[in-house]
């Protein structure tokens, strides 16, 4: 492969920096073997689901990954008998319910900003969101007991900043809803974080799509019945962040023919070395295979690569009055400005009120600092050469 010749060590110490084939990292988190394992970002498995993932990938996991596997499988004995009682309880309600309006995807790879405009949005008090805590429980997390939980750890998790990116953390905050998707139903580009080796080098990185429709019609089942969920807990419009959603437009557009669309774009050479802090510092501790570094440089090379393929091919299919484009150096320099944008193409309400709650918002980030990182010219070329697209596209300095 073309980047053999970069691949080194995966974490080398240097000078409080880690260098992860060319890419200089700020400095690693380490964390301890009991921790680690609950600290799983891809979790909140039923048992029948946990059973049919393993199915489906011949139960390829490494020895050295069955402490992870261990912890999967007791806490998917828990889901399954909360999930059966919330379900139980709220079945019916959930059939019956319908969306309070179509939902708002905001969609971009990962480390694109999506995060950051997923938070500046879900403070409009006309928008509903997935917290954390109910993309850790999908299924069950209307179930009060589920609740009552989550206030009681919400103060004491030891996890305060998200690893990847220092973003603040905590139970109440807005979460990806691809994490309850891939918990719910094993379907999503999740199960390569899992399998990095049968989804990556084994399948030719190819991107780990819909295998059939009869896939994407219990995918499209499931997710209209965790967003019908989401009303019952909460009766607003839902703001909904998944870099997947990014290769599914015409999925979605099926589902919600009115929905809206913000897609943010960032600066290649930026999204490279903060996916690979992504993958070591977060993604890593959901792996039940052994992933050399190598393969994932070519994970994320070649997911970025196909799924913008894909973007481009269907994001002509979304009504113009729907959709809308940011940069995410313009939403950070003007956040409020981009807001406003984002509110007129849309035709959103209210967006005096919505300012001085993103107003707060961003006051309190107080002296939140990036991540730093730098690029070697070969790891640069690199980039240039998989992603020139975006480059082209949207006129990223070469």
């Not at 060590?9 to 400095?27: T, W």
């Not at 930026?270 to 994932?296: G, M």
């Not at 484009?325 to 009120?353: H, N, Q, T």
Request: net charge positive; charged share 25%; hydrophobic share 40%.
């Amino acid at each position: 492969m073309k980047n053999s010749k970069l691949v080194k060590d995966l974490f080398l110490a240097h000078k409080n920096e880690d260098i992860f084939n060319g890419v200089i990292l700020p400095e690693k988190i380490h964390v301890t073997w009991g921790k680690q394992v609950r600290r799983q970002p891809v979790q909140g498995f039923s048992l029948s689901t946990l059973f049919n993932i393993l199915r489906t990938n011949r139960f390829q996991v490494d020895w050295q990954c069955l402490d992870k596997l261990g912890y999967l499988f007791f806490t998917s004995i828990i889901h399954s008998v909360l999930s059966g009682c919330d379900s139980r309880r709220f079945s019916m309600e959930i059939d019956s319910t319908k969306l309070a309006d179509p939902p708002i995807f905001l969609i971009g790879h990962w480390r694109n900003g999506t995060t950051f405009l997923h938070n500046l949005m879900c403070r409009d008090p006309n928008h509903t969101f997935l917290r954390t805590y109910q993309a850790l429980a999908p299924g069950s997390f209307l179930f009060s007991d589920v609740q009552k939980f989550a206030g009681r750890m919400d103060p004491i998790i030891p996890i305060k900043k998200r690893p990847m990116d220092n973003v603040k953390f905590g139970v109440y905050e807005p979460a990806e809803d691809e994490f309850a998707m891939a918990a719910l139903t094993g379907i999503s580009p999740y199960m390569e974080v899992l399998f990095p080796v049968k989804y990556g080098k084994e399948s030719g990185y190819k991107y780990p799509d819909f295998r059939n429709e009869q896939e994407k019609e219990l995918w499209g089942k499931a997710f209209i019945y965790l967003l019908k969920k989401l009303t019952v807990f909460e009766n607003k419009r839902i703001v909904l962040k998944s870099p997947p959603h990014t290769a599914r437009i015409r999925t979605l557009l099926k589902l919600f023919p009115d929905a809206k669309f913000v897609h943010i774009i960032r600066n290649p050479y930026d999204v490279f070395p903060s996916n690979l802090k992504l993958w070591r510092d977060a993604f890593s501790l959901s792996f039940l295979q052994t992933v050399n570094n190598n393969e994932i440089i070519e994970i994320i090379l070649s997911n970025y690569d196909q799924m913008y393929k894909r973007f481009h091919e269907e994001k002509s299919l979304i009504p113009d009055s729907n959709f809308v484009e940011i940069r995410f150096e313009d939403l950070e320099k003007d956040p409020l400005g981009r807001m406003r944008f984002i509110y007129d193409r849309l035709g959103l309400p209210d967006f005096d009120i919505f300012s001085s709650y993103a107003s707060a918002h961003i006051k309190s980030l107080g002296n939140y600092k990036k991540n730093i990182f730098r690029l070697s010219p070969s790891i640069k070329k690199r980039i240039r050469e998989k992603w020139l697209q975006t480059f082209d596209i949207y006129g990223y300095d070469i």
